[in-house]
């Protein structure tokens, strides 16, 4: 008999749809100045944003560590930033600190809205809802006020309600980190290995020195990238926080998130891996347990 999680997954698999209600941030950022401001704190080129396009980039420390990955849609003179509730005050107080240095607003509208994640290759339109690209999915936050109707007319457009389980393992099939538990304020940005996330030809911006110097040296130490059971290894030995090591017992990196994919049939996990063991098919141990690299994300 198949699970909830199998079951699910072949719903969406056989062309239905789901969605994800969660908690998560958007702020407004605004005022004469605000794409300078915004270039000076993020990784990405603000200035090359154009009205209702959107892009993906870093807030980061003077060390070049993180300190949240955003989506920023412009909206007329608005800046709308959509972020993880694990990181939505940071990246708040982040911009709010440097509001009195100049001509620019910021305002946290998380509590007015509701978010979810949306799958589905179809068109879905909303009154009043604004939609950000996530990967493979789109995030929607609708007004409290209307959430209910929102939810009323996902299901009647076959979309069924996706469990915390099956989020989870949807979530790392498409190797998306969650921050506190893939990464977090020790993680150096171009360790997430994201396309996109940086521009190397901005102007300077918090962190952009240490994050220059990695790329122009040619690679970071380690990076965040994707670890699959061997076919047919009971893969007990495959947990969180799991030591990854060489068959001559160097140290190879560190497991943070782990599921079983149906849809690969194998256990799968989310992993830091060092910069000399990365290539796809790379052979490593995680305690007795065979397992090989492999590149991000694990389907789609």
Known sequence: MKTELERNNSTLDGGGFGFYEQSRGLLAVWGKEAVQFLDGMVTNDMKTLADGE????????????????????????????????ATRLKVFQNLFRFTFAGDFYVEDWSENYSAFEVFGNNTFCAVDAVWFDGR??????VSK?????????LTASG?????DAMYETIRIENGVPLYGIDIDETTIVPELGLD??????????IGQEII??????????????????????????????????????????????VTFSPKLDKQIALAFVRYDYLSGGTRLTAGDL???????PFIG
């Open 212 to 257: 220059a110097r990695i790329h122009f040296r040619g690679h970071v130490a380690k990076r965040l990238t994707g670890i699959v059971s061997e076919p047919g290894a009971i893969a007990t030995g495959l947990l969180p926080g799991a030591e990854l090591t060489t068959h001559d017992g160097k140290n190879a990196g560190r497991i943070t998130s």
């Open 159 to 163: 979309r069924v309600p996706i469990s």
């Open 136 to 141: 493979p999915s789109r995030f929607a936050f």
């Open 290 to 296: 065979a397992v090989i690299v492999t590149g991000l």
């Open 54 to 85: 959107q892009m993906l980039a870093a807030f980061s420390n003077a060390q070049g560590r993180l300190i949240a990955v955003v989506r920023i849609l412009r909206s007329g003179d608005r800046f709308l930033i959509e972020t993880e509730e």
């Open 196 to 205: 996109g996330l940086i521009s190397y030809n901005k102007g300077c911006y």
């Open 145 to 153: 006020e209307i959430a209910g109707d929102f939810i009323s007319d």
